[in-house]
């Protein structure tokens, strides 16, 4: 539901580093998990990222969480699971959907709203999300890989670092985070071709990667062929 995303003043580099926040506050939701699953075939890569937060608050919350997707891939699906409920976003003119959104809201209702506030950069406002409820948010998004000398390159981005570049301050002098480092699962699938993993070993496809720097996916001996899909109104 493409929209614009709560009036609350949200730090967007410590919403990056928290992954989500309570609207209208300094509370930052905790993160349970995070999962991404990559399907790699003929150049064309596949991500579907889950992240799973957790309402510790003692009253209902209506929570903003932000995340990177790469500025040239296009988001196709996103899915909210909120305490056992599934709320699957569908698109409107940007009025229309805070509309819709705010009428839920007031009726007691969850809902989700969504907005890409900068080329890369996601928003999403989830309202009524009770107490000690969970929350699964699940961004589907497909791109083409940067391909040099036919090796295929794949950046998935988990900070806004990794979309509009790092400091160039020395190390000492650099913007550091506290509180423990964050990790994921990775689960990498390729028909045609080998696929390695920048800093780590994919064992039978899969990996446990730190959330503070992006993921690297390196694809060879890989054959181009075409491929074939459906629109959304169900032309070839």
Not at 44 to 67: C, H, M, P, Q, Y
Not at 126 to 155: C, D, K, Q, Y
Not at 175 to 183: A, E
């Amino acid at each position: 539901m493409p929209a614009v995303a709560s009036p609350a003043k949200i730090d967007p580099l410590k919403a990056f580093m928290a992954g989500a926040f309570v609207s209208r506050s300094e509370k930052a939701m905790p993160l349970l998990s995070t999962g991404f699953d990559v399907t790699i075939e003929a150049g064309l890569a596949l991500v579907v990222a889950k992240r799973r937060f957790r309402n510790d608050e003692e009253g209902s919350i209506e929570a903003t969480i932000t995340f990177p997707i790469p500025v040239h891939a296009t988001l196709f699906s996103l899915e909210a699971r909120i305490d056992g409920r599934n709320l699957r976003a569908r698109a409107q003119r940007r009025a229309a959907a805070r509309d819709t959104y705010e009428a839920a809201l007031k009726q007691g209702k969850s809902a989700v709203l969504h907005e890409e506030v900068l080329r890369g950069v996601h928003m999403l406002s989830v309202g009524h999300i009770p107490p000690g409820g969970e929350i699964e948010v699940t961004t589907s998004w497909a791109m083409t890989l940067s391909i040099v000398n036919n090796r295929g390159f794949l950046r998935i981005p988990l900070t806004v670092g990794d979309i509009y570049g790092r400091s160039g301050l020395s190390d000492s002098d650099d913007l550091t985070h506290g509180g423990p480092s964050q990790s994921a699962k990775l689960i990498v699938r390729c028909g045609n071709g080998t696929v390695v993993l920048k800093d780590h070993r994919l064992n039978e496809g899969s990996a446990t990667v730190p959330l503070n720097r992006p993921i690297d996916l390196t694809l060879s001996n890989w054959t181009p062929r075409d491929l074939h899909g459906q629109a959304a109104d169900g032309r070839e």
